[in-house]
Nanobody, 123 residues
C-alpha cells in the first residue's frame, strides 16, 4: 500500500503563490503518473494537473493553465505543484494521487491518494 503525504498548503491572498509537495511515506516503486486534484466544499473532486513520471508529459485543468506548474524531482522522489496568481476560486483541499498505468485524468484511474492539504485564497 502506497501512502502519499502532501505538504505546503495554507492561507494566501489573491494573486499570491503557494507550492505543494507530495512524497510517498515510505520507500516505494515509482508509479506511472502522479497527479493533483482538488475538492471545494459541496463540489466534486476535480482534476488539476498530472505528470507522467518517466515521460514528463503534463496535463492541466484549463482554468489553471499558465498559473500552475506540476513537476517531479527524481532525486527526492517527490512531485510538486507550483501555484501562482491564485484566485479565491482555487480554494479547496488539494489531494496528491498516484496511478499505476498511463497518465490519467479521472479520479477513478488513480490508485493511491494522500490525505489532502487545505489551500485557502482570500480576496
Amino acid at each position: 500500500q502506497v501512502e502519499l503525504v502532501e505538504s505546503g498548503g495554507g492561507l494566501v491572498q489573491a494573486g499570491g503563490s503557494l507550492r505543494l509537495s507530495c512524497a510517498p511515506s515510505t520507500r516505494t516503486a515509482r508509479r506511472s503518473a502522479m497527479g493533483w486534484f482538488r475538492q471545494a466544499p459541496g463540489k466534486e473532486r476535480e482534476f488539476v494537473a498530472a505528470i507522467g513520471w518517466y515521460s514528463g508529459v503534463t496535463y492541466y485543468l484549463d482554468s489553471v493553465k499558465g498559473r500552475f506548474t506540476i513537476s517531479r524531482d527524481n532525486a527526492k522522489n517527490t512531485v510538486n505543484l507550483e501555484m501562482n496568481s491564485l484566485k479565491p476560486d482555487d480554494t479547496a483541499v488539494y489531494y496528491c494521487a498516484a496511478a499505476n498505468y498511463g497518465v490519467p485524468r479521472l479520479v477513478t484511474e488513480f490508485n493511491y491518494w494522500g490525505q489532502g492539504t487545505q489551500v485557502t485564497v482570500s480576496s
